[in-house]
């Protein structure tokens, strides 16, 4: 089963408006990780959070996490057509082998 | 930094037949994932390998082999391929493997 879960599935949105997107977990986790998927190709990392941060910033990327719930969001401001990817999170479980599992995504479409 | 290189980007084989996909990671990291990315699916978990053990492995059968050699290059091996094999093989480095993951552009093997 998956570790993280992105939500929602797909996002369609217009070039310069904010894009939001979630992911829930299930265990207890050192850090979790932000990706970027341009069409069939491989994964870019985009941002880390560590457990014990709430909030980090990378340029136009936000990212909060928040462990009693078990959740992070992905915020991207003033999108851009060329920010259209799948965003994935990556969990590597806390107290033991590093494991890192990926969500099904969430398919961002930027319409210029 | 030359960044990590998979072999072949494109693969068609026979259902039945084997195949062997090559990876080689980033410079002085010792840490190889294999993942395995279906349209169904998302992105499945296959092994890692760390100092060329394999430290983690998914939950797909054995069928699905690899190893990594002293000079932290990777390979995966599929033998009597299903036409459920086809996918994208990602393989991604890291420097211990709790940290960030550099991905390659991935195998896409297709079983005919």
């Given at each position: 089963s998956q570790?993280?879960?992105?939500?929602?599935?797909?996002?369609?949105?217009?070039?310069?408006?904010?894009?939001?997107?979630n992911c829930s977990y299930k265990t207890s986790i050192n850090n979790l990780q932000w990706y970027r998927q341009n069409s069939?190709?491989?994964?870019?990392?985009?941002?880390?959070?560590?457990?014990?941060?709430?909030?980090?910033?990378?340029?136009?990327?936000?990212?909060?996490?928040?462990?009693?719930?078990?959740?992070?969001?992905?915020?991207?401001?003033?999108?851009?057509?060329?920010?259209?990817?799948?965003?994935?999170?990556?969990?590597?479980?806390?107290?033991?082998?590093?494991?890192?599992?990926?969500?099904?995504?969430?398919s961002l479409i930027v319409h210029p | 930094k030359a960044g990590v290189t998979q072999t072949p980007r494109y693969l068609i084989k026979t259902r039945g037949q084997q195949v062997t996909l090559s990876c080689s990671p980033i410079s002085g990291h010792r840490s190889v994932s294999w993942y395995q990315q279906t349209p169904g699916q998302g992105l499945q978990f296959l092994f890692e390998y760390f100092s060329e053990t394999q430290r983690n492995k998914g939950n797909f059968p054995g069928r699905f082999s690899g190893r990594q050699f002293s000079n932290s290059r990777s390979e995966m091996n599929v033998?009597?391929?299903e036409?459920?094999?086809?996918?994208?093989?990602?393989?991604?480095?890291?420097?211990?493997?709790d940290t960030e993951a550099f991905f390659g552009q991935g195998t896409r093997l297709t079983v005919v």
């Open positions: 570790q993280g879960e992105e939500d929602p599935q797909a996002l369609s949105i217009q070039e310069g408006e904010n894009a939001t997107m069939g190709r491989g994964l870019v990392h985009l941002i880390l959070i560590r457990s014990n941060e709430r909030e980090k910033h990378s340029g136009r990327l936000r990212v909060t996490l928040d462990t009693s719930k078990k959740s992070s969001s992905l915020l991207i401001t003033a999108s851009r057509a060329a920010d259209t990817a799948s965003y994935f999170c990556a969990t590597p479980p806390s107290g033991g082998s590093y494991i890192p599992t990926f969500g099904r995504g969430t | 033998s009597t391929l036409l459920g094999d086809s996918a994208l093989y990602l393989c991604a480095s890291s420097p211990v493997g």
